[in-house]
């Protein structure tokens, strides 16, 4: 099998790390295309909890290979720090195992500190940021200013760019923010030494992905947050700085469209939005509080109370056009257990007018104008826990993610029923 993307099909935190962790057996090697330590999944190995941001989901699985492509920015301290974490683990994450791209941009702690300085300036508008300096790397990338992985290959010349690198954001940190600068000479010393304990993970990443392609194996691209969070499709400017639609992992890892034969989008089966921005199903009552509480949403990197809502079916079918999808995996569909009557958005309505597409291409602005059309559906109280075939779920809950496959034209081959591994209903 050759290239499949897993790509978040809401506002992020759909659970792509367990359908990644699923597909990653039959996969050689799973690799993550865009954004930076802003994303989170946690995993359990040897009975630990590990909260990993860069690492793909892969790492569990000995056979696979585990790419962060060019798309992705790296902070090379937390890289370094879950590398030590896996490894205490007994996890192998040998050179051989883990490989970051050459391509691949590196953030630097003044990086976070204009994401926070920008934060702060923007006020009421603030975008709730993780604050990770995704937003900064990523523009000094696109404005060709930016440091890339493969420069650590020669630790002392990196140290000189960043040096570099840091006494400009320190002179915007100064004029522009009025903020204290960063030390310089720390921070180098810092970026010198992660370059030499880094450098043998540098690939060519689109060179390891086109020889497994070319031999036949499967590539698994990873996606971080979800389609509504997407530069360019998301509901901007509440949004991240890089490409997390499925168009994303061609252009963060470096192959064609030719390759791809599935695109698997993850959706929760109700709806949650970290940070600012419109968020139309929103449920700011006890409804929205009882889904964070069952569902235990709640930030895997900030810690932060997500957002919670019922579900939007416009949106769902915004995410199949934007990235293709050939099929959709529905999580955390117990959560919604004891809930009467649920409701899922159908259309959007403004001046008499319906739709049902998702209006968010206009932006966040134009978005927040429309109102949302509900439908009904009846609940049930059964415990779906321990469904693992369709026959095995209640008749209403059937028919909940039956109206979603209706309303979005393509199949919903996998369904998680609890937060284990193994409780999932496939289809
Ligand atoms: P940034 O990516 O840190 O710049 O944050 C921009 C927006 O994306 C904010 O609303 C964040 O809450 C959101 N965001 C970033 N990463 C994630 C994620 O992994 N899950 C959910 N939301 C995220």
Known sequence: MPAIIVVGAQWGDEGKGRVVDDLARQAHIVARYNGGDNAGHTVVAQGHTLRLHLVPSGILHPHVTCLIGAGV??????????????GALGIDVGPERVRLAAAAHVILPTHRALDGAREAARGKTAIGTTRRGIGPVYADKAARVGLRAGQMA????????????????NRLLQEHYGLDPLPVGEIVAESVALARRLRPYLADGSEL????????????????QGTLLDLDHGTYPYVTSSSTVAGGALT??????????????????????VGAGPFPTELTDETGDRIRQVGGEYGTTTGRPRRCGWLDLPILRYAVQINGLTELALTKLDV??????????????????????????WGAEEL?????????????????????????????????VARIEQAIGVPISLIGVGPEREETVRR
């Open 368 to 400: 927040i104008r429309w109102q949302v059309v509900y439908e009904e559906l009846p609940g049930w109280d059964e415990d779906i826990r321990s469904a693992r075939r369709w026959e095995d779920l209640p008749e209403a809950t059937r028919a909940y």
């Open 336 to 361: 919604l257990t004891g809930i009467h009557p649920l409701k899922v958005a159908v259309a959007y309505e403004r001046g008499g007018k319906q739709t049902e597409r998702f209006p968010g291409e």
């Open 209 to 224: 992905v086109a020889r497994a392609l070319a031999a036949g194996q499967t590539v698994l691209c990873e996606g971080a």
């Open 73 to 86: 920015v790296v902070n090379l301290a937390q890289l370094a720090a879950e590398l030590d974490e896996l």
């Open 252 to 273: 963060g890892l470096g192959f064609g469209p030719r390759e791809v034969a599935r695109v698997i989008g993850v959706a929760k089966a109700y709806t949650t939005r």
């Open 154 to 169: 020669d630790p002392e010349s990196f140290g000189e760019l960043v040096a570099a690198l840091v006494q400009a954001h």
